[in-house]
Nanobody, 117 residues
Framework: VQLVESGGGLVQPGGSLRLSCAAS????????MSWHRQAPGKERELVAA????????YYSESVKGRFLISRDNAKNTVYLQMNSLKPEDTAVYYC???????????WGQGTQVTVSS
């Protein structure tokens, strides 16, 4: 099982980034996918989540209206489009795969996002 995040980097405030998480080794279309982030000295927090079929999504209040989560089950990939980035969005971003009602979950290794001028 692998979850490989990519797309992180350094961006100026107000800029955009698109994170990708490529999955392998499990039946991607049966898993709820989510993005989480962890800033230095802070706990990991849920940013956004999407149902297995992509029909419904959840966003934390801090990113609602700026971030968009999507998935392509044919490509076994989940995305996080991040717009209007703020310095407080700086964190390591992780994707997670969770199969509902089974307790089975997987984490990626994370990708660094830094928002700074």
């Amino acid at each position: 099982v692998q979850l490989v995040e990519s797309g992180g980097g350094l961006v100026q405030p107000g800029g955009s980034l698109r994170l990708s998480c490529a999955a392998s080794g499990f039946t991607f279309s049966t898993y709820v996918m989510s993005w989480h982030r962890q800033a230095p000295g802070k706990e990991r927090e849920l940013v956004a989540a999407i149902t297995n079929d992509g029909s419904s999504a959840y966003y934390s209040e801090s990113v609602k209206g700026r971030f968009l989560i999507s998935r392509d089950n044919a490509k076994n990939t989940v995305y996080l489009q991040m717009n209007s980035l703020k310095p407080e969005d700086t964190a390591v971003y992780y994707c997670k795969a969770n199969r509902p009602r089974t307790g089975v979950l997987y984490w990626g290794q994370g990708t660094q996002v830094t928002v700074s001028s």
